[in-house]
Structures are given as C-alpha cells and as structure tokens.
C-alpha cells in the first residue's frame, strides 16, 4: 500500500475492498482441516476419561457434561465459542483445537507460527513471529471442514502489518507518512476485505494490546508527540471508534501491556523500574492503583471489574529465576477487585490464560483438589471470579520414583570418564532438581535433570557425574571415596500435585593409595619447605601414560623441621585411607593416621617407639608379604635391609622387625613402587651412588629377587617416589622431584608399563610443583 492511499484511509473511516481480484487475496487454496476423533485427540492423551462441566458460552447442542481433555505437555492459546486452540510445551510445536460439546480435537496444519482471537478464528503466519508475516491463512474452527482464508500482507500494502485477531476481525497497524503506525481493522465479508480505520484514536504511534475480554472490543496504547499524555484507548469494533480512552502518566514503554472487560479497563505504567497496574472504569477519569512491581512481569487480564494475574516466580540478586537454586514456587493465579482491593487466590498455579468470548478467562492451571487442566474463571452469584474445571490433563496429580540407575556401589574405574545417572518418574512435566552430597565432608552438588526422553506417564531423566569432587572452582579433583548420598526433588511444572522428595545413597570405592591424602585414586606429594611448613601437593590424571596435572598446593600445618626423616606408608593403621610416619631428630617413630580430608589429612601423630635413629633409608606403601597390609622396610647404617610387616592395629601399627638380607648400604635412595612385575606383592626399586636404577621384585614371603639393572643417570633426582597407579590405568608409576638451584622442585613423571624387565616409560615433565615456597624435601 503507497502513501497516496493511506492518506485515504486516514480522512474516511470505512472502505470495502475489492482491489485487484478477489480471488488473488482470498485464494481458498489451503485444503480442509482432519477432524481427529475425540478418542484419538491427542498422542499423549490418558485412557481414562474425565467428566467436565461445558462452559456457558458453548451454545451448540452439547451435553451439560462431555469428556474433553486437555492435551498435556501443552498451554492454552485461545478460546472461543466452540472450542479452544492449545499448543505443546518444547520445540515441536504442534496447536491443536478441542471443542467443548464432545472434546473431539483438530490439529492445524504445521506453520510457523499461529494465534487466535476471542473467538473460533485462528490466525496461521508464515514467519517466526507472526507479526512479521506477509502471508496469512484464517481458519474458522467453527466449520473445520471449510478452507481456510489466505490474506496476501503485500497485496494490502507493504506498510500492514499484522497485530492480531479479535473476534472475526483482523488487527493491523499502517505506517504512516508523517509518522506513527496506525490501527485497521479488516473484516472478511462476503468474499471480501472490508477495512476500516478506527475513528477517534490519538494521534502518533499506536500499538495493539493484549486481547481483550470481549469478542467486540480491542484497545490500543499509543504515544502522542510531546506535549501530549500517552493513553490507553478502548475501540468497539463495530464502529471502529474510540470509546474510551485513559491517560497513563507513566513511562509509554509498557504500553503494549493492558487488559479490558465490558466495565473496566486496566493497563501497565512504569517510573524507572517500578511497575504498576491501574485500573478504571471504561468512559471514566478515575483509576485504582492495585500492584507495584520491580519488573513487568505480570501477565494480568480483566473478568468483570476483577484484575487476574500470575504472581511471578522469586527473583534472586541477579535478577533472573532463582532456577539454579532450586525448584522455582508455582506460580498461583490471584484476582483484586478494582473496586475494593479485595484479593483472592484461585488456583494454586497457572501458566497461561486466554480471554473468552463471554468475557470469561480460559486457564492453563490447577488446584490439588481438581488437579491440572483447563479452567474457567468467571463471576459467581456473589460477583466474585471462580474458577471451574473445563477439560482436565487426566494425568495422576502425584509424581513418584519409577526406578533409578544410581547403582549402590561405584568403583573408582567407573568414575574415571564420568558416569551416566538416571531417575525414571511417572510425570514428565515435572521440574526436577538432585542433590548429590559426599557425607564425610559434606561437599555438595544440585543440579537440575535434563530430559532423556519416554512417554507422558514416564520420563527418563539424567544427569552425567564427571566424577570429581562436588564442590565448584578450577582445581577440582577426582572425587572422594566414600558414601554419598542423592535428593531427588521432583515439582510439577504446574505446581499441582504434592511434591516428590525422595532420596538414597551410593559408595564410591577405589583400592588405597599411598599417597593419596584426600581419598579420590588419586597420588598427592607431601612437601617441606626450609621452615618446616608441610604442603599437600595435589595431582591427577590427564590421560592415560601423561603426566599428572597439579592440582594446586594445599598447606598441611607448621613445625615439620622437628623430623629428620619421613615416609607415606599407605594404609597401616586400619583405616582405609593412607597413613603417614616421621622420624624425629631423637630416633622416636611416629604416626600420622590419615582422615581422608584434603584440608587436614593427619588425625594427632601416636607414638610407635624409639631406637629409629639407626636406619638410613625408609620405604612403606608396598604389601612386600602377600596379607593385605601396607609394610614397612628399614636399612640400617650397616646396609642391612629390615621388613616391619604391617599388622593393621593403629597402636602398634608394625611387627617386630625380620632381617632380609645385607649390602643395602650402597644404594641412597630407596622406595616401594607396588606391583611392577604382575605379581600379587609389592615390590622396590633402589638407586645406587653412581645413579643406576635396580628393581627388586618381590616373591610375596617379605624377601626379594636378585636385582634387574632398569636404569641411568638417576643421581640427578633429589627425590624418587613411587607414586602408585597415578594416571589410571592400572600400572605402578614413578615420580621424580629434581631441585633447581633457587630450591624450587620440579616433577617427572614416569608411566608403568608393565613389563618388569623395562618397568618405566620416558620421563615426561610437570612442571614446577605450585606453591609459593621452596621445598626442601619431598615424599
């Protein structure tokens, strides 16, 4: 449409169209609508039927009670006099109309979008949003067997756009050439477009409100030039002219936002941030102030002199959804009087609502007496809105626990790539939420289950554990051994129904490291710095034969420069965690029983004797004796080698000692490395005063084999630690701590390959260990 003629438009109120041919606009070319039967209605319907009370403006010759259904997983659009237009929840898109006598449903042909208007009229565009369509087909859902009505946008005019439909009248607002959009409203008659322009309406930009409460009234917000107050304008269809209008003294950005009835008029005003509701009677200049917000999020509509809204989900600091705290409250729907700011609430949650022809609201809601489904709300015999159940959903109000995935143990292996958790629930409209919690440190994770799919009785949902630790921040390690437990909080979406909380508990097991301080698999490194601070270095795998990652230097306590030598010894005292000795300066051997918790992973050391001072060289962590316990071997200043068998008893931890054998004395470094050589026991690797590496396998009675040459120029390591399997993949490694001059220690880590006669692959570097001390001892 050009300028010339929409100058025309604006000086006369009224003309039938009948530009170019009739046909071209009104081509019928879209096919008739499939009637489904109501047994069939929808693919996600229950068996069992449901008797509703027929609306009053159901005029056809229908029952007083029919079976109609409320498709599930689905919100309302529209209602009209025969039926009601609903679409699915997600992003397969299906709308479907349901009528009211027999409940028997029609689902529209695929668009990309769809609307209705206080009527049995539904709107179909060929754009996303449909008001940015130019090709529109209008489908009578009062004969679902005729063709629909194509409207060609550009045939009209590039300057219409489509704002909605009331009744059988189509919303467009024109652009104009001094400015501002303004309102028609086009009507099909008799194979024609009759188009008029509203009468009446203030100059300026105008735009189409929600739908209004009756079938024969529309209202427009518009914004005036300066000096003018922006208004809310009530239109009676039939005449196309303004018949009420109300100054709003707010800002004119909410103005799209208002609500009508045949008495009152109520619309949205804002100052900054604060949002209002006004209300007024139509023709009159007083208005009721009924809500202030801090936001426009109210979707509010008039039933009678009544204001219904939703009240909005709590809103955290942020500023969004508290979603990621925890399942968001319903949402009831309430109603103030504009009269007496008397307030009540009607249904405990509502979702959506379209306005009905009789001036009725149709809702998307429930209550846990009626259940879920669609309700009407309108004056009772006291002029107060009640709300009645139209067509029920038929789904069980409650949601319970099917079954779960959540085995009751989980080895460590299990964990490595992370691990699929599942829940199965009878609803799948339920807003879910699960609480996994480590009971021994209390760590804890929430997180909100996404759907994995199944039926409207049952739905699968997941969640995939990394397996690491359940508290955030970038230095997450593995997760701890130990019991969990899981709390499943199940809400439905429409907050009918009780909510379902219901939980149970799990246990993460991995063989004992000895060096693993915080209990997750995983090796750490105890260092100390010249002052005699100990530092707990963490580490874990990147992949398999990688280096391990630092994890982050963790401080264990002060006043270790008391001890002159000191060893993990793995699990001797008992326990299931790893366990640590010291020798302090006098020949005293003491233990540290490990907690498992990497903040404080030494219970209060235990006196194990005294007379230590006559050994050179320590190494625990290895089972050199086929019992299942950690032991100890010692070499005394005369090179003989001594076993301590560990007895599993944390006040005597060890055994009287057993001489191995003599010749020791040559080596200055010693440690145990576990299993190299496929056996059951453990074994030990020593390195010699010129630097070459020697493995003694073990022969699981506490004595050895003769020594197999493995290795090199080791005499440049300050520390040589077997570390236990420390990339995961079932193999004893070894880790290497070589000091730079400033007394910084940087880590090598050597993968286990297996194979007894070449035990380590190359070296591959860390990197400095973290911390912000130099160390001068590790193990």
């Known amino acids: 449409m050009n300028h010339t003629r929409a100058q025309e438009y604006k000086h006369r109120p009224g003309r039938r169209l009948t530009v170019l041919a009739v046909t071209a606009v009104l081509a019928a070319t879209g096919g008739t609508l499939a009637t489904v039967p109501a ?36 919100e309302i659009v529209s209602a009209g006099t025969t039926g009601f237009l609903s679409r699915t929840k997600g992003s397969t898109l299906e709308h479907r109309w349901t009528r009211y006598a027999d409940g028997t449903s029609t689902v529209l042909p695929a668009a990309a979008s769809v609307t209705g208007g206080v009527s049995d009229i539904v709107v179909a565009g060929d754009r996303m949003k449909i008001g940015d369509s130019r090709f529109l087909k209008v489908y009578d859902m009062a004969a679902p067997a005729a063709a629909p009505v194509e ?119 804002s100052n900054a941030s604060i949002f209002t509701i006004h209300v007024a009677r ?21 039933v009678g002199g009544w204001v219904t809204r939703f009240e909005p989900r709590a809103i955290d600091e942020a500023g969004g959804t508290n979603d990621s705290v925890s399942p968001p409250p319903p949402r009831p729907l309430v109603a103030e009087s504009a009269e007496t700011g008397e307030t009540m609430e009607l249904l405990m949650h509502a979702s959506t609502s379209a306005p009905a022809p009789d001036g009725s609201l149709m809702v998307r809601g429930g209550t846990p007496e009626a259940g879920e ?31 779960t995935t959540v085995p009751a143990v989980l080895p460590g292996a299990q964990l490595t790539n992370g691990i699929d958790l599942s829940w199965d629930l009878s609803r799948g409209d339920a807003y879910v939420w699960v609480r996994l919690t480590h009971v021994r440190t209390g760590d804890q994770q929430s997180r909100r289950l996404a759907d994995e799919g199944g039926t409207a009785a049952r739905r699968t949902l997941g969640m995939r554990w990394d397996g690491m630790q359940l508290t955030g921040g970038s230095s997450r390690s593995a997760a701890p051994n130990g019991e969990y437990t ?67 230097a963790f401080d264990v306590g002060p006043g270790w420069q008391v001890y002159d030598r000191m060893e993990s010894v793995g699990n001797v005292a008992g326990t299931s965690v790893s366990d640590a000795i010291a020798r302090d300066r006098s020949g005293v051997l003491w233990l540290y029983e490990g907690t498992g918790l990497g903040t404080k992973p030494f219970r209060t050391r235990k006196r194990i004797g005294g007379g230590w001072g006559i050994y050179d060289r320590l190494a625990g962590g290895s089972d050199l004796t086929d019992d299942g316990r950690a032991d100890v071997v010692a ?98 490694d070894l880790l290497a701590l070589k000091r730079d001059p400033g007394g910084r220690h940087s880590s090598y880590f050597y993968a286990g390959t297996g194979d007894w006669r070449a035990p380590f692959k190359g070296a591959k570097g860390n990197g400095v260990l973290p911390g912000d001390l130099s160390y001068e001892t590790g193990f």
């Open 635 to 732: 070499t005394d200043k005369a090179g003989i080698l001594w076993l301590y068998s560990g007895t599993g008893n944390t006040n005597a931890p060890f055994s009287a000692r057993k001489r191995i054998g003599g010749g020791w004395g040559i080596y200055n470094a010693l440690t145990a490395v576990g299993n190299l050589a496929g056996a059951a026991t453990g074994d030990l690797v020593a390195r010699d005063k010129a630097g070459v590496l020697w493995l003694y396998l073990g022969k699981g009675d506490g004595t050895f084999a003769s020594r197999t040459r493995i290795g090199a120029g080791w005499n440049t390591h300050a520390e040589i630690i077997g570390i236990g399997d420390g990339n995961g993949d079932g193999r004893s």
């Open 486 to 552: 899981w709390e499943l909080t199940a809400r439905p979406d429409d907050g009918i129904g009780p909510e379902l909380r219901t939980g149970g508990r799990f246990t993460v097991t991995r063989p004992v490291g000895a060096h693993d301080y915080n209990d997750n698999g995983t090796p750490d490194v105890l260092v100390r710095d010249v002052d005699g601070l100990l530092v707990r270095v963490g580490m874990r795998a990147s992949a398999a034969g990688e280096p391990l990652v630092h994890e982050g």
């Open 39 to 74: 047994t069939a209605a929808t693919s996600d319907s229950n068996e069992t039927g449901a008797t509703a009370t027929t609306p009053a403006h159901a005029t056809e010759a229908a029952p007083q009670e029919a079976t109609v259904r409320f498709p599930q997983n689905s």
């Open 373 to 403: 489904g669609l309700y009407r709300v309108a004056l009772g015999a006291k002029g107060k809105p009640e709300a009645t159940m139209v067509a029920p959903t038929g789904q069980a109000s409650t949601v319970t626990l099917l079954g």
């Open 282 to 302: 139509r023709g009159t200049a007083e208005r009721r102030q009924l809500k202030e917000r801090a936001y426009g999020s109210d979707d509010f509509r008039l």
């Open 151 to 269: 409207v060609h946008l550009d045939e009209l005019g590039a300057d219409y756009t489509f704002a909605g439909a009331i009744g059988r009248t189509l919303v467009f607002m024109v652009d104009m050439p001094e400015g501002g959009r303004q309102p028609h409203l086009v009507t099909v008659e008799g194979g024609s477009l009759d188009d008029r322009v509203v009468s009446g309406i203030p100059t300026g930009p105008c735009y189409f409100n929600a739908p209004a409460h009756a079938s024969d009234t529309a209202v427009f917000g518009c914004r005036p030039p300066d000096g003018e107050a922006p208004a809310t304008a009530v239109v009676d269809l039939a005449s196309a002219t303004v018949v009420s209008r109300h100054d709003v003294s707010g800002s004119p950005l909410a103005l799209p936002k208002a609500a009508v009835s045949d008495t009152h008029v109520a619309w949205y005003e």
